[in-house]
């Protein structure tokens, strides 16, 4: 999630701002310290126009650029 969201240049900040989500809860959830419901998921992946398997599959962004889709 986190190296997708770098590679398009998006602060932390920022994207919890549009989203609607607490930027402490998306770095633990970035961390895989914490899980994201469904909903978050959902809107992380929109916002950043990926599926949700770009986000919840380990994958480097190269691989994501070089593809146009997930493994």
Do not use: N, W
Not at 17 to 44: C, M, N, W
């Amino acid at each position: 999630m986190k190296a997708i969201r770098e590679a398009r240049g998006i602060s932390l900040r920022q994207l919890a701002k549009d989203i609607g989500r607490d930027p402490g809860f998306l770095s633990r959830v970035e961390s895989d310290e914490q899980g994201a419901g469904d909903e978050t998921l959902h809107l992380y992946a929109a916002y950043l126009d990926v599926p949700i398997a770009a986000i919840t599959h380990k994958e480097t962004p190269r691989d994501h650029e070089r593809s146009g889709s997930p493994h």
